[in-house]
């Protein structure tokens, strides 16, 4: 299964479980030295974690009963042809399609501004994070500016999109998430840590992201 392909609405649980490990991938793939650079719901799968493995049978039975102890709802991440590590250059090429557009930094939509770090897969990550909080794809949340953007040839502005998915978060998440979630996902999109790269950075983001994530899989 995919975030594009969505069941009935996951527990409170299972939607921390899944926005928990993509947090935990993202660390990872950070302290690595590498940089995803294509974090969007459509690279997102889904899996059935229980004792005996993980698998892609049993979602849907999962979310049609009371979760077994042990059982839950984990993402992987996908969509790994623009990966590199830090140390590479990044392409700054003009890049006009509208939806992927919308998952980047404001620094990284359209013909990009700055080279790729850290900072830009942890704010596409904050983007899913609302996605999976609402459970709702960016495509509904912006259907709007989506069908504009392809009508004029025109990229919605960028920081006009920020504000507009802060606000989506500001004004949803907390209802459906907690503060806690809510201020994770807002860190993530206003990018509220120290440097772009290094050890201070990761510091903030498991403290402000992972471990608030991590409280709220066996809430």
Known sequence: WSLYQPLKKP????RFSMAHSLALTLSNIHASS???????SRGVLLFLETSSGVSTSGLYEHRLSIPRAGSKIVSYLGDWAYARSVQQGTDMRFDFEVEP????????QGRPTQQFSCLHDIYALGVVLLEIGLWATLSRLMDAKIREAESSGRLPRPKKV??????????GLLKEMGAGYTRAVLACLKGDFRGPEGPALAVD?????VDVLSRGVEL
């Open 34 to 40: 590498w940089l995803h650079k294509n974090i969007w």
């Open 205 to 209: 983001f498991q403290e402000k992201i």
């Open 162 to 171: 920020a504000e507009d998915l802060m606000g989506l978060a500001a004004q």
């Open 101 to 108: 557009n919308l998952y980047r930094h404001p620094n990284r």
């Open 11 to 14: 527990s409170l649980n299972d």
